[in-house]
Structure formats: structure tokens, C-alpha cells
């Protein structure tokens, strides 16, 4: 995700107009379509994202986090539990497998809130300020106390420093990082999403810290049960492709490419498609996929590629606590943990 801004545009919640529905299987019917968004999600990623998202494993081991279909509605209880979950036990990035919030007016003021003030408490744990003169005018700086780079440091041109420096709280990254569903797209939702989120089909690495290598992370936009032409095409471009020394490929979407049970929805992507993303999920040699959509919880490996399918963090969905997150331990020797998270949270 790009920096969650701390001023949302009023003026997008008068786009929420229309008729617009989603079909029992899941399938978006009318609206923008999956052509659209994700040409206006590479325009924005080639100009803003591309070169500023810079993340780095601090010990050389990290945990991210990963919730799915939060239906965010008028109660924003489970998704602070995610952002609190993720901040105590210090989780390098959160993920979400979308189905961020239904779309009302009031639904998408209540996911800004609750995502800004996840914000605020994150800085508040991680980042500090100091003071530094330069040519006697004095400037104030935050940095990242995760990663022991003070501001001499930045100074002298040390390249992880600068990329963990900053002159104001606008320009860090929160590292909440979406992809799109059915329902973020509903009644001209994408507006919405667009003006916290941004973009729906990206990409970035984590640095791990001492070595040449990398983790590699990948959302695409799959809200219509479809990749699309464009988005397609440009994975055949090689936009997913890296020329790093990559150590594991992380995948992130909201269908499912599986189906649970006999009782779930099955995948909804065209056959050709599917045998698309599975040759390319191979290619890109991918340790896990993330789905949701179908809010019921699936474990299954097929041609090396581990398939998790998360179920429903929402407290409508899935009223009881229960494991409704997953997190996912990268560790130093290259293994990776995977765990069920517990959610506690009950609407009052």
C-alpha cells in the first residue's frame, strides 16, 4: 500500500452512487472493470510507488500478518485487533486479501479511522525525531529506531539509513498493504478504495538485512473473478518478474483459485486463466498464495506452491473468536513458519 494520507477527500463519497450488485458466486456485475483498474493501478505504481517502498528485514528474520474479508461496516473492532495483533508482536507488514469494507459512505470513513489510527500508534512505536544543523539552520528529522539508523548515519550515505529517514510523517510508509474483492468495487466503491489504498495490482521486495537476497511480494487485482487482458499482459510483460536475488515469492489475491468443499464456491477464473496463474505461480517460483473471498479456511499444496485461502476476520461473518489470521515467520535460514493467529474481538 502507499502512505495512508492524513486527509481523506470528502469530496470522493459523493462518487457513491448506482445500482450496482455482486451475484451469489461472488462475481461483480457492472462498474469499473478489472481493465480499468488495473491500468490505473500500474499508472499510479510506475509514478509514486515503484522506487519509494523500501522495506528491509532489520535481524535478517521477520513475521507479516495476513486477514482477509474484514466486510468493514459500522464496527471497526476486528480490524484494530488485526492492526493491534500485528504491532505488539512486531509484524514487518500487514496484508489484507480484500473485501476491505462494504461500500457506504460512512463504511469507508470508518476503515480511514480506524487504518489512521494504526498509523499514529505505529509511529509512535517505531519512529523517533532528532536534530541535526546543517550549514547552521537547523532540521529535524524522524528515522526508524528498528533499524539503528540515526541520522549520522543518513548523513554519511549510508543507503539503508536514507531510505529509513524521513522530514515528515507523510512521507513513511504504513505498511498495510491491500488487494481488491468483489464488494471494495460494488456502487462505485473503487473510488473509494483508490483514494485510501491507491492501487490494486502491485509489487515490492523486503531486503533482508546482511545478504544480497530478498523476499519478493505480489497483489493482483482479481475483484472480478477474472485477471483480465491488461493485467495479463503485463505479467507476460515481466512486470512481476525480478532481477534480484530472490529468496521466496509471496502472492496475494481475493478469489480463490480452490475450492474449500463441496459446500464453498468453487474458482470462478476462466480455465485458461487459471492454468495462466498456475504455470505462473510456478514460474515465479512462489512459496505461498493467499486467497479469500469464500470466508472458509483452506490448507493444500499442488506442484510446490503452498495455497492458503483465509476465512473471514469480519465480527458479522464470524461472530465467535477464532483463528481467523495467519502469520507467517521468515527465518533467517530460509524456512518459513506458518500460524494460525487467534481473534478475540466480540461485537459489543
Known sequence: MRKISMFLAVGLLCLLTGC????????FIGGTGVDDRVEMSYSYYKKYMEDTI??????GE???LVGSDSHVATDTGRMAEMLNIGLQHGDLLYAHLGDIADTKA?????LYKVLNDGFLEYLDKYFTTTTDTVKGVPRSYMYDKRYDHGLKKAMEGNEEAKNNQYTSPEEIQYPFFPVVGNHDITHNGWALFTSIFHSSFYEFDVKIKGTDQYDHFIFLDSANGTLGKKQISLIEEGMMNSDKNIRHTFVF???NLFRPSTTQFSSTFPREELYFLLNKLSEWNTTIMFCGHVHCWDDRTMGGVRYLTLESMSERNSPD???YLVRVTCKKDGTVDVERVHMSYVKK
Open 54 to 59: 523500501h522495506i528491509i528485514a532489520p535481524d
Open 62 to 64: 521477520y513475521s507479516f
Open 20 to 27: 450496482d450488485k455482486v451475484s451469489p458466486t461472488g462475481v
Open 106 to 110: 460512512e463504511y469507508y470513513m470508518n
Open 321 to 323: 473468536p477464532g483463528d
Open 253 to 255: 489475491t481475493h478469489t
